[in-house]
């Protein structure tokens, strides 16, 4: 039988943590282990290393009492290396968004999102992939040139990890490259890890966004 992901929600307002408790509860697929009104009840849940229950994902509000969820997030990451990250707020901040981004979150959504967004978010990054609210997507793209800074220098691409990086930029997830270049799931993990070391990045959102603003992009065309 196919394993639960299992999903820890830290949110601060117990209407929102009801409806996303009965979101999740309607698929078979993810269960929602714990829920936290603070990131900083949360992470001390974590320190707990003899009764914790390691969660794959975690759904992480901003606004939160105490520590905020942009400073949490580092903590999270330290704590629980191998789990995903989705920022899930109200705010539509482009600075939000773009720090969510540098400290390793997968995935940026918005409270406004459906049902089946949010569903299909999760999906997404349990995947290997990456999810960023529809209505943000756009113009992180168009100012992440003039906000982030002068990039260092980076290892060239191979031509393969040039196109998997097309195909990550495009949204597909490792599955869904594997498919389409009739190549390995293992291989193709292999040159996603190999794209990050090479552009100094942790996820694929990141080397997406450092990709277009090292003009790699423009050199495939």
């Known amino acids: 039988m196919k394993r639960k992901?299992?999903?820890?929600?830290?949110?601060d307002h117990p209407e929102f943590r009801e409806t996303v408790e009965m979101i999740l509860g309607s698929s078979a697929d993810y269960d929602l282990i714990s829920q936290f009104g603070s990131a900083d009840q949360a992470l001390r849940?974590?320190?707990?290393?003899?009764?914790?229950i390691q969660p794959d994902l975690i759904l992480l509000d901003l606004n939160l009492p105490g520590l905020s969820g942009?400073?949490?997030?580092?903590?999270f990451k330290s704590y629980?290396?191998?789990?995903?990250?989705?920022?899930?707020?109200?705010?539509?901040?482009?600075?939000?968004?773009l720090q969510a981004i540098r400290e390793?979150?997968?995935?940026?959504?918005?409270?406004?999102?459906?049902?089946?967004?949010l569903m299909q978010g999760i999906k997404t990054v349990?995947?290997?992939g990456s999810t960023i609210d529809s209505s943000l997507a756009r113009f992180i793209m168009d100012t992440l040139r003039s906000q982030l800074p002068e990039e260092a220098d980076y290892t060239e691409l191979s031509k393969r990890e040039m196109e998997i990086l097309q195909l990550l930029s495009e949204g597909l997830v490792k599955k869904e490259i594997a498919g389409q270049l009739n190549i390995g799931f293992?291989?193709?993990?292999?040159?996603?890890?190999?794209?990050?070391?090479?552009?100094?990045?942790?996820?694929?959102?990141?080397?997406?966004?450092?990709g277009h603003k090292l003009g790699l992009f423009r050199k495939t065309k």
């Open 70 to 75: 942009l400073d949490a997030l580092p903590y």
């Open 186 to 210: 293992a291989t193709v993990a292999t040159h996603i890890r190999h794209i990050y070391e090479k552009l100094q990045v942790e996820n694929a959102p990141a080397a997406v966004h450092r």
């Open 80 to 97: 629980l290396p191998d789990a995903n990250v989705i920022i899930l707020t109200q705010s539509n901040k482009e600075a939000d968004v």
């Open 126 to 128: 349990s995947e290997g």
């Open 45 to 52: 849940s974590l320190q707990s290393i003899s009764t914790r």
């Open 104 to 117: 390793g979150a997968a995935g940026y959504l918005l409270k406004s999102s459906t049902m089946d967004q």
């Open 5 to 11: 992901l299992k999903i820890m929600l830290v949110e």
